[in-house]
């Protein structure tokens, strides 16, 4: 039963790698269904659309999770079809998952200051600083390479989603911090193997540890929330959402939208724009009754 399991998958990681899939997307969808195999009585190849139902409904599991989990059900049952491995796609059942908006969660800058003034080394501050200004995802920031910085005009090369090479504006912030870090290697080396770079986990453990080092406890702020502060502080200082989108090298405008909602500064700095009102301390009624 594991080893059908077992050929399943790997001929799917197959099927996908062919479609020229991001690594990261396969390895998650594999993960899912190996969630999910551990759960039924049979093979991957035997689950019905009820199974499906169950896996998907667990207790405790968010909106955004069941949507990831019926995107690799889905994906997985179409390709079984195809390649004539099953008759019927029990996923074409599965209902469709609603997700409520997402907002942006950045950390404020006094909180990226404490980040970076609370013990983490320069390894980790050189991490949170390309989160912070350069808006990359952790994925990019362990990619980041000695040779991806043109410092001449100003721009440094990165792979984002979907494996696209973008050469994006260089943040003079970073634009210095090259002047530290190794000129045609990576900036972040695995450490048991150097001609590597680290794994992405392993950048998110390194800014999680300097985060909780910082006090910082909220656990809606993730290495992933620098690049929320990048996209918010960008809309704060008024820079067209458009130049916004591709900053963040977002494919869809509509992804980019979280950024354009009021931040919690703008909406403190909006009150106070509001001019003092003086309290009266008395009610006027005497006098008022008197004339």
């Given amino acids: 039963m594991h080893d059908i399991n077992t050929d399943l998958l790997a001929m799917f990681d197959d099927y996908q790698r062919a479609q020229d899939l991001a690594e990261t997307t396969i390895r998650n969808r594999r993960s899912t269904l190996r969630t999910l195999a551990a759960g039924l009585p049979g093979t991957l190849l035997d689950a019905d659309v009820f199974s499906l139902r169950r896996f998907m409904g667990q207790e405790g599991v968010t909106s955004a999770t069941k949507r990831t989990y019926r995107v690799a059900l889905r994906a997985f049952y179409a390709f079984l079809c195809t390649e004539g491995l099953r008759e019927d796609d029990p996923s074409l059942k599965l209902p469709m998952i609603r997700v409520p908006r997402t907002e942006a969660r950045p950390f404020t800058p006094t909180q990226v200051d404490a980040m970076l003034t609370s ?133 869809d405008l509509s992804t980019t939208q979280i950024y354009t909602r009021v931040s919690d500064r703008m909406k403190a700095a909006g009150i106070i724009a509001l001019p003092v009102r003086p309290i009266p301390e008395k009610s006027g009624r005497r006098r008022a009754e008197a004339a």
């Fill in 119 to 251: 013990g983490a080394y320069k390894r980790t501050r050189a991490m949170i600083l390309v989160g912070y200004r350069q808006g990359f995802r952790v994925s990019q920031i362990a990619r980041v390479h000695g040779d991806d910085i043109d410092r001449s005009s100003m721009t440094i090369t990165t792979v984002g989603k979907g494996r696209k090479e973008r050469r994006l504006p260089l943040h003079p912030t970073i634009a210095e911090l090259s002047l530290t870090m190794p000129l045609h290697s990576w900036w972040f080396p695995a450490r048991k193997n150097p001609s590597e770079h680290m794994r992405p986990a392993s950048v998110t453990e390194l800014i999680t540890k300097a985060k909780l080092r910082a006090g910082i406890t909220d656990p809606h702020l993730t290495p992933h929330s620098l690049r929320h502060s990048f996209g918010t502080e960008l809309v704060e200082h008024g820079v067209d959402i458009r130049i916004v989108q591709e900053l963040l090298t977002h494919e």
